[in-house]
C-alpha cells in the first residue's frame, strides 16, 4: 500500500513538466503553421506580382503612354520622332540610358531624366529644355555651317535649334569656335549691361572678338578675354555718358582692347 502512494505521488510529481513540453510542443506547432502560411502568403503574392510584372514589363506601349515633362514645346510626339524607335514598343525593350543619349543629340534639351513605369505600363521622360537665343555660324569639316546658340553660348544645329522656342529678338553670332564658347556665353549673358541693345558678336579667324550694337557700329575688344568684363563695364559707361552725336551714327566705331584707354572713331561721310 505504501508502494502505491509513493509511486502515485511521483507520477504526480511528473505531470506538471509533463503537461508544460506538450503545451511547448502544441505552441511549437501553432508557430510552425503561422510561418508555413505565411510563407504561402508571400509566395503567391510574389508569384502574382511576378506574373504582373512580366505582363506590364512586355506590354507595348504607344505614343500616348509617354509623358514629357517641363518643356513648353517638345511634346511625346518630338520624343517619338527624334527616338528613331518604332512604336509600339515592349517597355522593357526600350533602354533609358541609350534613349537618353539619342534625344539629347537630336533636341533642343540641357538635360533629362527617362523612366520606365510598369502600373501603369508608360515612359516618363522628364527635361530640361534648351532656349537658343542668337544664330550663328561657323566654318565645319564640310565648310560654312549654320546653327544657333544658347545663353551658354553652345551650339545647335538648325535641325535640332527650331524645334525649341524661337528667340524674340535677332541677334548673330559670326565665325563661333568653340574655344570661345567661354566668352561668347559671357557676352550673351551680359547683352542687356552694354548700355545698348547687342545685334552681333564676331569671332575673327584669328580668334579676336569684336560687337556691334545699336549705338556702335564695331566695339573692337580684341584676343585678351580677361579683359572682358572690365571692357562690359566700360562700354556701358560710355554708353550713357557719350553724347548722342557719337552715338547712333554710321560708322561709329571704339577700339576698346585697352579698356583703360577706349579709342573712339567715327567717319564722316
Partial sequence: MLFKKNNKKRLNDLDPKAERRRKLQMERRKEDLVELGRVFFFSSVSGVLGFLFLANAW??????????????????????NASGISFPQPLMAISPKKLEGKLLQELPIKALSIRRRLFPPSLEVELLDKRPI?????????????GMLDEHGHWMPLRVAYQAEQPKKTLYVEGWMDSHQRWISIILK??????????????SPNGELSIETKEFEMVSLG?????????????????????????????TKIDMRDPSKPELQISRL
Avoid: C, W
Wanted: charged share 20%.
Fill in 59 to 80: 506590354s507595348p506601349i504607344s505614343m500616348d503612354e509617354i509623358y514629357v515633362k517641363g518643356s513648353k514645346t517638345l511634346t511625346a510626339k518630338s520624343i517619338v
Fill in 134 to 146: 542668337a544664330f550663328a555660324n561657323r566654318i565645319g569639316p564640310k565648310g560654312q555651317e549654320k
Fill in 190 to 203: 551680359h547683352r542687356n549691361n552694354l548700355g545698348s541693345p547687342l545685334k552681333r558678336i564676331i569671332i
Fill in 223 to 251: 584676343s585678351n578675354t580677361s579683359q572682358l568684363y572690365k571692357q562690359i563695364k566700360v562700354l556701358a559707361h560710355l554708353s550713357k555718358s557719350l553724347p548722342k552725336s557719337f552715338r547712333n551714327q554710321v560708322g
